[in-house]
């Protein structure tokens, strides 16, 4: 075991616990930002670099602080070590720096975007984001693309964060896309002419922490802070049948897996259940969802009794 101290909470976690999973244990607001590492998805992590933290004693043995800002996700602690996130000045304009320069090519088309409301790009350029960008040269476009049935591409919005390739890999047997190119030429894209359909290839919709994957059967229909997010479940033979059902009024306008706090899927579901099961009849409704982000959607102040439409 090992104890850390971050932002001055003390915890002890197992050997190999990463500084950020070390600070999920404590949780709150010294919790640092991940936009590519997800627990559940092997290989994730090291991407994006808004997980930045300072090491400001690196052990018991050798309390020298690490030199340079540190991917919380990818360092594991240290018996002793001691670690600056939101009280270092360091971590918060470097945190900045990220959030513009992810900015770079990403348009700001939060008020048409399906993802506003429940993304974690918007959540980040609230907190941290400047008002004008120094960016002088001409951004990146892409035509959006339908990956299958269900899915579509806005390329412009995709920041890389390799989820969705690890979710295809980790999650499918018959992984079809990736990232092609390297620099500012690479791009989300499926191996020529093909498209994205197995049954779990909806979950890269969840996973995405922007609105580069959106689901088709959504687009449109709504703001998702309109909707009531429903816990629901039904017997389904491929995945756990473990939902949230976002109904407005009686009518399900869609279904997604169900998060953590964190955002991230606890039960990845199949694509019958995401894209075909949109009738109140099709689940068994357990009650509100509680969602505790600090999101628009938790402004909601929705106060359903559990029922059973059935
Ligand atoms: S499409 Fe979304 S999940 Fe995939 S790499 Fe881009 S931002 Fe990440
Ligand atoms: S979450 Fe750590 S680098 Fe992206």
């Known amino acids: 075991m090992a104890k850390v101290t971050i932002d001055g909470f003390e915890t002890e976690v197992p050997d190999g616990t990463t500084i950020l999973n070390a600070a999920r244990q404590i949780g709150g607001d010294i919790v640092p930002p991940a936009m590519c590492y997800y627990s559940t998805l092997k290989g994730s ?18 309390p020298r602080p690490m030199p340079k800002l540190v991917a919380s996700c990818q360092t594991t602690v240290m018996d002793g070590m001691e670690v600056a996130n939101i009280t270092s000045d360091e971590v918060v304009k470097a945190r900045a720096g990220v ?125 998702v802070w309109f909707l009531n997010p429903m816990d629901a479940h039904r017997e389904c033979p491929t995945c756990s049948g473990k939902a949230v059902v976002w109904m407005y009024g009686h009518e399900i306008y869609r279904v997604t897996a169900r998060k953590d706090k964190y955002g991230e899927v606890q039960d990845f579901i199949c694509n019958t259940c995401r894209f075909e099961k949109k009738s109140p009849q099709d689940w068994t409704i357990e009650g509100a969802r509680d969602i505790d982000r600090h999101s628009v959607i938790a402004q909601g102040h929705y106060d359903e009794t559990a029922q059973t439409v059935r």
């Open 45 to 62: 992590g090291g991407k994006c670099r808004t997980c930045l933290v300072k090491v400001t004693k690196g052990s018991e043995k050798d």
């Open 99 to 223: 959030v513009e320069f992810l900015l770079l090519n990403h348009p700001l088309d939060c008020p048409i975007c399906d993802q506003a409301g429940e993304c974690h790009l918007q959540d980040l350029a609230f907190e941290h984001g400047a008002a004008n960008t120094r960016y002088e040269f001409e951004r990146r476009t892409f035509e959006k693309i339908d990956i299958g049935p269900y899915i579509k591409l806005h390329m412009t919005r995709c920041i890389l964060c390799y989820r969705c390739v690890f979710v295809a890999n980790q999650l499918t047997d018959n992984r079809v896309h990736g990232i092609l190119g390297r620099g500012d030429h690479a791009e989300i894209s499926t191996f020529i002419e093909k498209s994205i359909d197995n049954e779990f290839s909806g979950n890269v919709i969840d996973v995405c922490p922007v609105g580069a994957l959106t689901d088709r059967t959504f687009r449109f229909k709504s703001r």
